[in-house]
């Protein structure tokens, strides 16, 4: 993100655009945005182009000084678009779009290109868009700045994009899909602007009714979550993150690090930036006619009014498959008025069948009771053709038992020529239309979502007391190991940050582990204690129910199977552990995993040793409050085992929600821990306890 981001009126409704590289040669990018400029834009456009006295009829300047523009758009060959750019720097032109490809995406030479680029901007303070984009369109100035082939209708979207081919797709399909344009970007290499500048430019333009984006990465996690959470206030954000590879994967050597990944990050940021995330580029749009309305349901309660039986089953079954929908139940007044406003043979209950040979004042009626239902918080409006139809005075009349009842609806015009007049007039009036009912459901369930996100209050998570700087010293001991490990030997951190653990200790002879196995009772655990060593039970590192008499025997036994497993393996002792009742309690996992853009994410899950089989888990963005925390627990598919399943007593889910508030602090404390398991952390009906910890430590953030 950049400091200059601010506002981006420069770049979205300037009075004058310098076309910097502007031609007349077939076929390139600079006679192509020349072109599309002098087309229906407001403002005026001025070539520059130190070789011709005009272009495409318009007369020519010589350099971006003499064009006097508030925009510059730049299409000159790569090796000249520094200077360039230092050039509007130099004539205070703070707003620039670079056409120009050739930087960072095209290896060393371009990289380097591109950080001089940067470089340049930053030090004139330029809001930059690209290099390697496809340019930015804007109505109502009826701006476009791109070399694509079209614009798109104007309207309240409002668009990024990280692929420049998707920006061409969807303003072609536009018209078709009923979608209209406030502002487009094509986002490019994103040396300057990026998505979180434009959310936060979107959330504050009243011309934009909704933000959509598709994005292949996200630079600042935690700046975009700032930005979105302001955004969703008014506005709705829906993007779809495409490139769902987890590179990060491989290298991790923790349950968390491996299950983490790059998609869990963004889940787990986007669901806390409140952005509502679609599957794919249909799903995306499809969101975005929907939340283009601007009423969000008033309840999840989902009328359907259909002309034909089918497709009313099929909408019925999609609403029952949405995750936040359900079909409405009316009431005896909404049912008795159906039947006395509808023909005898017609369905009065919902889904509403106003029977094939339908007019529109029948869909007039049954949609005036059904919206005014107390349970109805949106509707499905169905369509097939017929002959009994006006499809424009259809159209209209749909559109306006929305807008009086203020209750938004959907339609599914199950068709297609014959319908047109009907698409038309719904498009015209701000109304969805769909082929298919999943999708017209789909949209009202990104209504509904959004209804959530708009509510949501995000309180700061409570303050933790903890022993930081007991924490600072365990931490710094990885200094003298050959890794940067630390297991069970670090268990004091989670002491000092008030996670329960069982009584024990680490000791390296097997007198002191008798010693220490008295002090704590008949039976005791036993662990091998070594940074070699990460699964310790799959080496048979891990002693359960060890009376007091066998415990040095064990101790030697332990010792010798870390050597037979690796000679050379660092042994640092044994650790000597009180028995946790596992008969009673639910072995969970809490880990941290910190993400090159998100930072440190907390996970909470089902525990134990087949953790990564199961993955039955879930991320946050850390530090989490008792709230979020709780929401976890319930998150899990496991939820009902903590809550006693099967005639169990259930754990007791305080003390969960609590370990998991700290361990989150813990690792928004320290960003030295890269990494981080407690597994299993035991959860009972009597409380919590972490017997088990492992965590990777990056040495040169000891001391931030
Ligand atoms: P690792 O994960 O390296 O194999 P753990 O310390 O997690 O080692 O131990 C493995 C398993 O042994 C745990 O998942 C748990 O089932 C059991 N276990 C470990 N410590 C205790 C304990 N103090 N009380 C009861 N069971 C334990
Ligand atoms: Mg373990």
Redesign the pocket.
């Known amino acids: 993100m950049s400091d200059a981001a601010g506002s981006l009126a420069g770049l979205f409704d300037p009075d004058r655009v310098a076309v910097v590289g502007a031609t007349e040669r077939e076929g390139s990018v600079g006679r192509a945005v020349t072109a599309n400029l002098l087309d229906g834009f407001d403002g005026s456009v001025v070539p520059v182009n130190p070789n011709r006295d005009a272009v495409l009829g318009e007369q020519c300047v010589a350099s971006v000084a003499d064009a006097d523009p508030d925009l510059a758009v730049v299409a000159v060959p790569p090796e000249h678009v520094v200077d360039v750019v230092r050039e509007c720097g130099e004539a205070a032109v703070r707003d620039v779009v670079v056409l120009t490809a050739g930087f960072g995406e095209t290896g060393a030479e371009g990289a380097g290109r591109e950080r001089r680029l940067r470089e340049a901007a930053a030090e004139h303070d330029l809001r930059l868009v690209g290099p390697n984009s496809l340019g930015v369109m804007s109505s109502p100035p009826g701006l476009n700045a791109t070399f694509g082939p079209d614009a798109p209708p104007a309207g309240g979207v409002s668009f990024m994009s990280q692929s420049g081919a998707f920006v061409t797709a969807v303003v072609d399909w536009a018209a078709e899909a009923g979608l209209g344009f406030k502002n487009v970007v094509s986002l490019g290499n994103k040396a300057v602007l990026d998505e979180t500048d434009l959310v936060r430019s979107w959330g504050d333009d009243p011309g934009t009714d909704v933000v959509v984006g598709y994005l292949e990465s996200i630079d600042d996690g935690r700046g975009f979550v700032d930005a979105a959470r302001e955004a969703t206030d008014d506005t709705p954000v829906a993007v779809v993150k495409s490139g769902r590879t987890d590179a990060g994967a491989q290298a991790a050597s923790s349950h968390t690090g491996a299950i983490a990944g790059s998609d869990r990050a963004y889940e787990a940021g986007l669901d806390a930036a409140g952005v509502l995330r679609a599957d794919s580029v249909q799903e995306l749009f499809d969101a975005a006619r929907a939340l283009s309305g601007g009423v969000v349901p008033a309840s999840d309660g989902v009328a359907v009014v259909t002309n034909a039986g089918g497709p009313g089953v099929m909408a019925t079954d999609a609403v029952g498959d949405a995750e936040r929908l359900r079909l409405a139940s009316f009431a005896d007044g909404t049912v008795e008025r159906l039947a006395a406003d509808l023909p005898a043979e017609a369905n009065v209950y919902n889904p509403v069948d106003v029977i094939g040979d339908a007019g529109v004042d029948r869909y007039r009626d049954a949609l005036d009771a059904a919206l005014a239902d107390p349970d109805v918080g949106s509707a499905v409006v169905i369509t097939a053709p017929t002959a009994t139809l006006d499809f424009a005075e259809l159209g209209d009349a749909v559109a306006d038992a929305a807008e009086e009842h203020g209750v938004p609806l959907a339609a599914c015009l199950m068709g297609g020529g014959r319908l047109t007049a009907a698409r038309d007039a719904l498009r015209e009036r701000g109304v969805p239309s769909y082929f298919d009912p999943a999708r017209a459901a789909g949209g009202l369930g990104s209504l509904m979502e959004y209804g959530e996100v708009r509510g949501r209050s995000y309180p700061e998570p409570e303050p933790v007391d903890a022993d930081r700087d007991r924490v600072r010293e365990v931490l710094a001991s990885v200094e003298e190991r050959p890794d940067n490990r630390l297991?069970?030997e670090a268990m004091g951190i989670l002491d000092a940050y008030g996670v329960p653990t069982?009584e024990?200790a680490v000791v390296d002879d097997p007198t002191e582990a008798e010693r220490v196995a008295e002090g704590i009772g008949e039976a005791v655990?036993m662990?091998i204690v070594s940074p070699d060593?990460?699964?310790?039970?799959?080496i048979g590192?891990?002693k359960?129910g060890v009376p007091v008499a066998e415990v040095a025997d064990a101790y030697e036994d332990l010792v010798a199977r870390a050597r037979s497993y690796q000679p050379d393996a660092t042994v640092l002792g044994v650790q000597v552990?009180?028995?946790?009742?596992?008969d009673a309690g639910v072995?969970t996992i809490v880990g941290s995993h910190r993400d090159p853009q998100f930072g440190p994410l907390i996970m909470f899950g089902l525990?134990?040793?087949f953790v990564e089989v199961m993955e039955d888990t879930t991320f946050r963005l850390a530090p989490v409050g008792s709230a979020e925390a709780e929401d976890m627990t319930a998150d899990i598919d496991a939820a009902p085992l903590l809550r006693g399943a099967r005639g169990r007593d259930p754990v007791d889910l305080d003390a969960v929600v609590d370990a998991v508030r700290r361990v989150s602090r813990l690792v928004a404390d320290f960003p030295s821990v890269v990494e981080l398991d407690v597994?299993?952390l035991?959860a009972t009906p009597d409380g919590v306890?972490a017997?088990?910890l492992?965590l990777t430590v990056d040495p040169e953030e000891l001391d931030s």
């Open positions: 297991g069970v069982p024990g655990v662990k060593i990460l699964h310790k039970s799959d590192g891990v359960v552990q009180e028995t946790v009742d596992l072995e525990g134990g040793v597994n299993p035991v306890r017997v088990d492992r």
